[in-house]
């Protein structure tokens, strides 16, 4: 079971990029209870988180954001977008959407972002 995630590609840097990610049938009905976020892994590097969203809009970006993205999820729609701008060479990697809830955490198959400079 895996989230579906979409949008990634190749930009230039200063370029924008909207990701896309839509969640598994089997938590449709509880989409609404899960924390959705983005992370990313870059080659040789761990897997970081990027951005979060609760239910009730409650947004957390990792520190090398910096006013550059937006999460933003669509309840009626179970998906979770993320709009990425004035991106960098450092934000070239697999980008990977996540619902979690307590322990339970579904994850997409990761779509890649690449910015030459």
């Known amino acids: 079971v895996q989230l579906q995630a979409s949008g990634g590609g190749l930009v230039q840097a200063g370029g924008s990029l909207r990701l896309s990610c839509v969640a598994p049938r089997t938590i449709f009905s509880e989409f609404i209870t899960y924390v959705m976020a983005w992370y990313r892994q870059a080659p040789g590097k761990q897997r970081e988180l990027v951005a979060s969203i609760t239910r009730d809009g409650i947004r957390n970006y990792g520190d090398f954001v910096k006013d550059r993205f937006t999460i933003s999820r669509d309840n009626s729609r179970k998906t979770v977008r993320l709009q990425m701008t004035g991106l960098k060479p450092d934000d070239t990697a697999v980008y990977y959407c996540?619902?979690?809830?307590?322990?339970?955490?579904?994850w997409g198959q990761g779509t890649l972002v690449t910015v030459s400079s």
């Open positions: 996540n619902a979690e809830r307590g322990t339970t955490a579904f």
